[in-house]
T-cell receptor, first 116, second 118 residues
Framework: QQQVKQSPQSLIVQKGGISIINCAYE??????FPWYQQFPGKGPALLIA?????SEKKEGRFTISFNKSAKQFSLHIMDSQPGDSATYFC???????????????FGKGTKLSVKP | GAVVSQHPSRVICKSGTSVKIECRSL??????MFWYRQFPKQSLMLMATSNEGSKATYEQGVEKDKFLINHASLTLSTLTVTSAHPEDSSFYICSASRTGGTSGNTIYFGEGSWLTVV
């Protein structure tokens, strides 16, 4: 019940295209759903996050779509650029309780390659 | 924005020695910090939750006597790998939980520390 399933494992997109990464979760107590971008040899950087009271959040070219009933959320990268090539991790957490229950449960990651 | 700093970014140590990695929240207080380990091309694996002023909570399978965690203040947590062995070589990443604000709690990561045990 603690799992977060992420797909696809890898994704190749042409420059200017839309990159879509999907995640699904089981634990209905999760109330915080962030996406992280990680470049090789670097720590994950918070990209965008959503809470279950909204169905969509947009920040620049990055959009999270959230479907509470289906327990799914996805990251859309519009106008994908070669500089977006990185590994993306979705995560989920129960933040209300903080402490050990506030830790993030990560998906296995998606390696995105944007071709020029 | 919030920044979490990790030091050192890279460290090489001899087998049998101990090495300490620091994690600092630079512009906010973090009552809770998390330590992760990441193997190449894999996701992050939570090792332990560090709580300021109390003992860390370790995940199943993580040796608490080998991976010592000290959360001495609201801005600093340290991970000490004791009696390091080559199999401890890995990328160690910390994160800090920033509470409150209009967006609620948010978790930020440090840049990670590469440990190589020779």
């Amino acid at each position: 019940q603690q799992q977060v399933k992420q797909s696809p494992q890898s994704l190749i997109v042409q420059k200017g295209g839309i990159s879509i990464i999907n995640c699904a979760y089981e634990n209905t107590a999760f109330d915080y759903f962030p996406w992280y971008q990680q470049f090789p040899g670097k720590g994950p950087a918070l990209l965008i996050a959503i809470r279950p009271d909204v169905s969509e959040k947009k920040e620049g070219r990055f959009t999270i779509s959230f479907n509470k009933s289906a327990k799914q959320f996805s990251l859309h990268i519009m106008d994908s650029q070669p500089g977006d090539s990185a590994t993306y991790f979705c995560a989920a957490s129960n933040m209300k309780h903080g402490g050990s229950q506030g830790n993030l449960i990560f998906g296995k990651g998606t390696k995105l390659s944007v071709k020029p | 924005g919030a920044v979490v700093s990790q030091h050192p970014s890279r460290v090489i140590c001899k087998s049998g020695t101990s090495v300490k990695i620091e994690c600092r929240s630079l512009d906010f207080q973090a009552t809770t910090m998390f330590w992760y380990r990441q193997f190449p091309k894999q996701s992050l694996m939570l090792m332990a939750t560090s709580n300021e002023g109390s003992k860390a909570t370790y995940e199943q399978g993580v040796e608490k006597d080998k991976f010592l965690i000290n959360h001495a203040s609201l801005t600093l947590s340290t991970l000490t790998v004791t009696s390091a062995h080559p199999e401890d070589s890995s990328f160690y990443i910390c994160s800090a939980s920033r509470t409150g604000g209009t967006s609620g709690n948010t978790i930020y990561f440090g840049e990670g520390s590469w440990l190589t045990v020779v």
